[in-house]
């Protein structure tokens, strides 16, 4: 026993000293890789505790966790009728639990019976073998396939290749043709968007007479279908006084608007024409010998 002891205690040292030689090398791994040794370790754990127990991380921590603090609280009143809704609603749960699983097993049931039928394991068997010959089938098709989209896409190539060329020519002619029109444009749609406003607004009495003439006409036309499709004689002098009227008064309507909008009109194609001409002489050739 007093051996044992004694190798015990030998075993007991070579285990301290071993301890304490991997700590030794740790540490002079550190060292060589630039790192702090345990020393300096301890120094920043000592300095992060203080850091911990000062006031202004104390002070953060303790609004952090006062806050976490009030949620649960106010969160318990939800949580409390949450767990009486489940309690009350158990027993529709479990019921809800048992016909599912009732519903799924019937399904299984039923799915095993399809596939355990010999006449729908055949017919799978068969449409495989089907695919397979549709498979070999189109084997021989599939190089002259390929060397045929391979000249459709050459073609199509090719054709952009002669394509883009004329459609960049085209376009760097054009653009700039364009682009000098632009000011022009929104010169005139500035005035267009400026008088029409006041353009429209001198027929706007005119269209309402003419709906309610034709208003009338429909009316008196409509009375005539429903009360007189018998005798419809004696209500043409109705109608040919209700056509008489819209006449004179899509004819008044008309006059007058031509009357309050023409001079609108003129003034505008008056004001858009000369711009319209400028940038057209703009973009004529000059010649040397003018």
Do not use: C
């Not at 202004?56 to 939800?78: S, Y």
């Not at 068997?125 to 002259?144: I, Q």
């Not at 029109?181 to 029409?196: E, Q, R, S």
Request: hydrophobic fraction near 50%.
């Amino acid at each position: 026993m007093i051996r044992r002891s004694f190798d015990a205690i030998k075993d007991l040292l070579r285990l301290t000293w071993n301890l304490v030689g991997v700590f030794d090398a740790l540490t002079k791994a550190a060292e060589a890789a630039g790192g702090t040794t345990l020393k300096g370790f301890t120094d920043g754990v000592e300095r992060l505790n203080q850091a911990m127990h000062g006031e202004f991380f104390q002070g953060a921590m303790t609004t952090v966790f006062k806050g976490a603090l009030d949620a649960m609280r106010e969160l318990a009143p939800g949580v409390r009728a949450l767990g009486v809704a489940l309690g009350n609603m158990a027993p529709h749960i479990a019921t809800v639990f048992t016909k599912s699983a009732q519903v799924f097993s019937q399904f299984l049931v039923n799915l095993t019976k399809i596939i355990d039928n010999s006449g729908f394991q055949q017919g799978i068997s068969m449409m495989f073998d089907g695919f397979k010959r549709f498979a070999e089938g189109l084997e021989p098709m599939m190089a002259p396939l390929g060397e045929l989209i391979g000249n459709v896409a050459g073609l199509f190539g090719r054709i952009l290749g002669i394509v883009g060329p004329l459609v960049g020519q085209i376009a760097g002619t054009l653009l700039p043709v364009f682009n000098k029109l632009w000011p022009t444009i929104h010169k005139v749609v500035d005035a267009l968007g400026n008088n029409l406003q006041a353009t429209i607004t001198p027929l706007l009495p005119h269209l309402e007479t003419l709906g309610k003439a034709f208003g009338e006409l429909a009316e008196v036309y409509l009375e005539a279908v429903i009360k007189g499709l018998e005798s419809p004689v004696t209500h043409l002098p109705a109608i040919a006084d209700a056509l008489r009227k819209m006449a004179a008064a899509v004819g008044e309507s008309l006059a007058g608007a031509l009357k309050d909008v023409l001079p609108d009109l003129v003034k505008m194609a008056a004001e858009a024409i000369p711009q319209l001409a400028d940038a057209i002489i703009e973009l004529l050739p000059t010649s040397p010998n003018y």
